[in-house]
């Protein structure tokens, strides 16, 4: 098997099938251009099977190259605010903690309500649940979620959706520097490769700002790459902050308030 990486988990602590459908999603880019991602190769309740890749080193030209192809990948688009891929209706789950995923039909006025919503809240719901946040800190991030809903926060999407009409993004929602895999297969032309997503409808500006919050090789490449391809928002740097705050809520959730700080330095920016 060493041709293959098995996921194992279980329907009550892992969404290995939404991982999955995420990854077919978010792999109908690549032959636009877009980012490649790990092979499904099988998936069942509590197994997800995937080619395996072989990692190499990462190099500015596959940091440029993965800027450009991002930008493809989220200007294939997605149909409303927090969709879930096809062939997947639940949450990702990670342990006790969920991310949720907007069914179809419910209205959300504007980015901004679905980030207040269906990331901020929810994530601050389940630290207040984990001790990691308290009371009196928790009023912090709900007066940033107040001015999200009320579309304070609301910015274009960058130019290669603007021009086709797109709203919504496709994501890859999770797209820290550890699931882009840099990839030493010469069949991959991009040289770099998505993994464990938690994919659904979003701003583009989300991603990036995920792979800046750990850091990344030649993030500052990446990222003039996809800006050369799909222009962003003059002031998206303004909003890097923002759009780490769901993920720096999530780990106060999952790790306790070794994260706290810095998700309320965060919070009081846009509170």
């Known amino acids: 098997m060493d041709d293959y990486f098995i996921k194992r988990g279980t329907p009550r602590n892992s969404s290995v099938e939404g991982e999955a459908a995420a990854l077919l999603w978010l792999g109908e880019a690549k032959a636009e251009g877009g980012m490649p991602v790990a092979e499904v190769v099988s998936v069942g309740p509590t197994e997800l099977v995937e080619r395996r890749i072989a990692i190499g080193p990462p190099s500015a030209g596959a940091a440029e190259r993965a800027g450009s192809a991002l930008a493809v990948t989220h200007a294939s688009g997605a149909p409303w605010w927090g969709s879930p891929p096809p062939g997947w209706s639940g949450p990702y789950l990670i342990g006790a903690s969920a991310t949720p995923t907007v069914p179809e039909g419910v209205a959300l006025a504007s980015w901004g309500a679905f980030f207040a919503e269906w990331r901020i809240m929810p994530y601050l719901r389940q630290a207040r649940d984990a001790g990691s946040v308290s009371r009196a800190e928790a009023t912090v991030f709900e007066r940033v979620a107040s001015r999200l809903s009320n579309g304070d926060y609301d910015a274009p999407q960058p130019g290669l959706l603007a021009a086709s009409g797109i709203e919504v993004a496709r994501i890859h929602g999770d797209l820290w520097s550890g699931n ?13 490769v998505l993994i464990d997503p938690m994919a659904h409808g979003g701003h583009a500006e989300t991603d990036l700002a995920m792979l800046a919050l750990f850091g990344c090789p030649f993030l500052d490449r990446l990222i003039a790459a996809y800006d050369e391809a799909s222009p962003l928002a003059e002031d998206w740097r303004d909003r890097v902050r923002l759009h780490q705050l769901a993920p720096l809520l999530h780990h106060c959730a999952l790790f306790g308030r070794a994260y706290t700080a810095e998700a309320l330095e965060a919070a009081r920016a846009y509170a």
């Open 180 to 192: 882009l895999l840099w990839d030493a297969d010469p069949g991959n032309a991009v040289g770099a």
